[in-house]
């Protein structure tokens, strides 16, 4: 096909679904499907295409002829333009209906699984400033919106604190106010802009790999706790001294004030020393009279109080009477495993990231929860015939792998193994539908429960309880 019939405009064309990765459909009229990033199942619009696939056309929404009724007015000033809440304009109630008709279709369509009567998504009680973990980029090349280009507004101020424009690596969307993390998250945000700036501390720059301050980190805990932590490219003493004296003097509720020095080419502070400035390394997150520490470089549910809920049903579904020997794969700090821990026998975590294993025995003693052990491994490897003579054969296994699901190996061993039951968590119910398929031969899915943890964004947890034929 030419490059010219590549890029077409559709008219009066009616969006009838929402898909996957946020994206809603549409047809043309001749039938193809065309996904847009820009409009609400329900809208009639007119479709400029900049896409061609084999089998689809990606485009988008230049006119709007009708809005759907399934629309509502976003909160946040930055939408449209930020690449975070692209589900904002839909209303809270059709944004479940959508995650829930995904899970459903994922699992009917990819796995080919016989389902069980569906329970109802659980929709999260909080929409707006739900999350518990917020990262900021600095650049000195802010993103302009159009609007400001077309403006008389002065323009010399080109720093930002924000995020990055999607599909720019090198552009950052200055955030004024963000919807997604309580307060203080924009006073401390805006302040150490203002002061950065006020004070001549350069903001990074991506491209030419120059400048100071990198990123700013802030984690809050239903504790009241609160993490801070700026990523310099640099040391300079007397610059980052004066930062973290005025954050410490502004913001005396900050419990953890902390920074890094950071010279490599990114921004992942996985491999960085964490240096503690103020306070302690650590902030407490309580769950159910447990008490998590977590670090700068832990992993916890960025929805606290909806994590509460995702664990609860993990807990239910598992059934356990007490007696159970538990396996929780892909424990991470042990939060599901210590949880559940109460009403098991005992219980096993594995993980392949020493870090959080040390965490979860750290924070495994501090609960006073003797009855968990876990250890350190890639799953795949560790997960074996040795492990299981070792460790006992399990009554229940909870497995909760990262997005990609769980790999074909541990699928296996699962299966000969052969636990009564297997509760899975999953971020993404395609991954899941494809480990589900491997072993419907033995197991017969008798529970489904969709968890929204991310509203305002098409991002759904699922539990499936598997049970043996």
Not at 6 to 27: C, M, W
Not at 133 to 146: A, G, N, P, Q, V
Not at 339 to 356: R, S
Not at 372 to 380: A, I, N, P, R, S
Request: hydrophobic fraction near 40%; include cysteine.
């Amino acid at each position: 096909m030419s490059r010219k019939n590549r890029k077409q405009v559709f008219t009066n064309i009616e969006v009838l679904d929402a898909g996957a990765k946020g994206k809603t459909i549409a047809k043309s009229p001749e039938g193809a499907v065309i996904f847009l990033p820009n409009a609400v199942p329900g809208d009639v619009v007119d479709i400029q295409t900049y896409k061609k696939r084999k089998a689809y056309y990606e485009g988008k929404a230049t006119v709007f002829h009708k809005l759907s009724d399934k629309r509502t007015t976003p909160e946040c000033e930055h939408f449209g333009v930020c690449g975070g809440c692209k589900w904002q304009d839909m209303d809270y109630k059709w944004q479940l209906h959508y995650k829930q008709k995904e899970t459903e279709n994922n699992l009917r369509r990819l796995g080919h699984i016989e389902l069980p009567e569906v329970t109802p998504i659980l929709g999260s009680a909080e929409q707006y400033f739900y999350r518990n973990k917020m990262e900021f980029s600095f650049s000195d090349s802010r993103w302009l919106t159009l609007e400001e280009i077309q403006s008389d507004i002065n323009l010399e101020d080109k720093n930002a604190l924000g995020f990055h424009i999607p599909g720019m690596w090198d552009k950052i969307l200055d955030i004024n106010k963000c919807h997604l993390q309580a307060d203080p998250s924009n006073a401390i945000r805006n302040s150490v802009r203002a002061f950065a700036v006020e004070n001549d501390l350069e903001f990074f720059n991506t491209r030419n790999q120059t400048g100071l301050l990198r990123t700013l980190m802030i984690r809050t805990a239903s504790t009241g706790e609160l993490m801070v932590l700026i990523q310099f490219f640099k040391e300079d003493k007397e610059k980052r001294e004066l930062l973290l004296n005025y954050l410490a003097v502004t913001f005396p509720e900050i419990t953890s004030l902390l920074y890094v020095i950071n010279t490599k080419a990114n921004d992942t502070i996985y491999d960085q020393d964490i240096i503690c400035f103020n306070g302690r390394d650590h902030i407490f997150e309580e769950m159910e009279g447990l008490k998590f520490k977590i670090n700068a470089k832990s992993f916890y549910q960025t929805n606290s109080d909806q994590a509460f809920e995702l664990y609860k049903l993990t807990r239910d579904f598992a059934g356990l009477t007490g007696e159970e020997l538990v396996y929780d794969l892909y424990t991470g700090t042990g939060t599901i495993a210590q949880f559940v821990a109460k009403n098991a026998k005992k219980v096993v975590g594995v993980e392949a990231v020493p870090d959080a294993i040390l965490a979860a025995k750290e924070n495994a003693k501090a609960n006073k929860i003797d009855n968990v052990d876990f250890y350190v491994g890639d799953m795949k490897n560790v997960f074996n015939d040795q492990f299981i003579k070792t460790h006992g054969h399990p009554d229940v296994i909870i497995t909760d792998p990262p997005r990609d699901g769980m790999h074909k190996d541990v699928v296996q061993m699962l299966l000969n193994v052969s636990p009564e039951k297997i509760v899975y968590v999953s971020c993404n119910s395609a991954t899941q539908a494809r480990d589900l398929a491997l072993m419907d031969a033995v197991y017969k899915v008798t529970k489904i429960q969709a968890v929204d943890m991310f509203p305002q964004t098409h991002h759904v947890e699922n539990i499936v309880l598997l049970e043996k034929r």
